[in-house]
């Protein structure tokens, strides 16, 4: 079955580590998107990616960097110098630029920083 | 102001109840509008895409205003299983973004 998978799906971390959230799709999308979401906001832009090799800083981008040296993987670290990084990380992806299609997302893995 | 605006809720209503959501834009020139809908502790699904003439899917009607800036959402015939929260997606203009209202949460009592 096509779709995307994030690992993990829980992660605990203690203050001052990096820890790299996993984002894989078979679906053969070329972009891809990494969101985050806290309670009672909306769905947050960190990074995106529009083909292999190039991505692009969203909306709260300090203290995450990406890569996206293959198609099907577009990884995320959230370094020491993200300030609140505890939240629900989404990853996602379309087949064309997301304003015209749907964004397929993954299930999701929740950061807690202890 | 907010570039998507949406009524947090909770709305609550009981099975086979109307229900309305509304949610509205600040960029004019956004011209892609979606519906999600996220579980609890899940991924938003795409429900609907909206149009400009308005679609309908089953029991649930989209409806777009240009004019005004808003979009609609009427679910009809509420089912238990409709209970999660609605969120408002509107593209960010000129940018390759999808802009994400902070959701409405629908809670659709037996």
């Keep these: 079955d096509g779709g995307i998978t994030q690992s993990p799906k829980y992660l605990f971390r203690k203050e001052g580590q990096n820890v790299t959230l996993s984002c894989e799709q078979n679906l053969n999308h070329d972009a891809m998107y990494w969101y985050r979401q806290d309670p009672g906001q909306g769905l947050r832009l960190i990074y995106y990616s529009q083909i292999v090799n190039d991505f692009q800083k969203g909306d ?6 990406v890569s996206r040296e293959k198609k099907e993987s577009f990884p995320l670290t959230v370094t020491s110098a993200q300030k609140n990084p505890t939240a629900f990380y989404l990853c996602a992806s379309s087949s064309g630029r997301a304003y015209t299609g749907e964004l397929f997302f993954g299930e999701g893995s929740r950061l807690t920083v202890l | 102001r907010k570039e998507v605006e949406q009524d947090p809720g909770p709305f609550n209503v009981p099975e086979g109840a109307t229900v309305a959501f509304n949610c509205t834009y600040s960029n004019s020139a956004s011209q892609s509008f979606f519906w999600y809908r996220q579980d609890c502790r899940k991924e938003p699904k795409l429900l609907m895409s909206v149009y400009s003439s308005g679609n309908e899917d089953g029991r649930f009607t989209a409806q777009l205003n240009r004019a005004s800036q808003y979009i ?3 679910i009809r015939d509420s089912k238990l299983s409709d209970s999660a929260t609605y969120l408002c997606v509107v593209d960010g203009g000129a940018t390759n973004k999808l802009i994400f ?3 409405t949460l629908l809670a659709v009592q037996p």
């Excluded at chain 1, 709260?60 to 960097?65: D, T, V």
């Design chain 1, 60 to 65: 709260i981008a300090e203290g995450y960097s």
């Design chain 2, 72 to 74: 609609s959402l009427l």
């Design chain 2, 101 to 103: 209202g902070t959701g």
